[in-house]
T-cell receptor, first 113, second 115 residues
Framework: DQQVKQNSPSLSVQEGRISILNCDYT??????FLWYKKYPAEGPTFLIS?????DKNEDGRFTVFLNKSAKHLSLHIVPSQPGDSAVYFC????????????FGTGTRLKVLA | DAGVIQSPRHEVTEMGQEVTLRCKPI?????LFWYRQTMMRGLELLIY????????DSGMPEDRFSAKMPNASFSTLKIQPSEPRDSAVYFC?????????????FGQGTRLTVV
């Protein structure tokens, strides 16, 4: 049973436009969420996170939004750049539990120049 | 710090052989994770250690898989016997603090091919 779902396997966006990547989760105990970026032949690298006490966290061009009632989070990249082309993974954990991170299946973002 | 170090980077082995993947976490990190990446399941958590003790191994697919962490600076994931369906990229990750909201740092992975 996939507790963290990324329903869009791929996304293409024009350079300079906004990229929106979506993630849904099923476990209401999750209270900490992360986004990772992964380039080919490399390990995932941390991008941005959000705690459930917030509904938005911003870091430069990257903003994560959390909608707890809908069990949904999204990553916005504005403006998108060709170097943002990568696979993006959403992850969630329950800090009252074992603190393990559960990842989604990933979304491959392609930013077109 | 060199980051999380995994070896080997690539491993090709024949079905039925034993495979051992190795991981050196970042110094001072006391939580360690083993993940497997596949197209169908994304990054799948296999096992998680805290202070060298296995906390959750519910993701280990079968008894053919085993993991150890004999000390704070070394962990192994062993598959015996290996099967073609074990072919995937295996990642090790470590985290600096237990019980707090911090990100995990990943190694570059080991690409395993079982023929």
């Amino acid at each position: 049973d996939q507790q963290v779902k990324q329903n869009s396997p791929s996304l293409s966006v024009q350079e300079g436009r906004i990229s929106i990547l979506n993630c849904d989760y099923t476990n209401s105990m999750f209270d900490y969420f992360l986004w990772y970026k992964k380039y080919p032949a490399e390990g995932p690298t941390f991008l941005i996170s959000i705690s459930s006490i917030k509904d938005k966290n911003e870091d430069g061009r990257f903003t994560v939004f959390l909608n707890k009632s809908a069990k949904h989070l999204s990553l916005h990249i504005v403006p998108s750049q060709p170097g943002d082309s990568a696979v993006y993974f959403c992850a969630a954990s329950a800090t009252s539990g074992t603190y393990k991170y559960i990842f989604g299946t990933g979304t491959r973002l392609k930013v077109l120049a | 710090d060199a980051g999380v170090i995994q070896s080997p980077r690539h491993e090709v082995t024949e079905m039925g052989q034993e495979v051992t993947l190795r991981c050196k976490p970042i110094s001072g990190h006391n939580s360690l994770f083993w993940y497997r990446q596949t197209m169908m399941r994304g990054l799948e958590l296999l096992i998680y250690f805290n202070n060298n003790v296995p906390i959750d191994d519910s993701g280990m697919p079968e008894d053919r898989f085993s993991a150890k962490m004999p000390n704070a600076s070394f962990s192994t994931l062993k598959i015996q016997p290996s099967e073609p369906r074990d072919s995937a990229v295996y990642f090790c990750a470590s985290r600096p603090l237990q019980g707090t909201n911090t990100e995990a740092f990943f190694g570059q992975g080991t690409r395993l091919t079982v023929v």
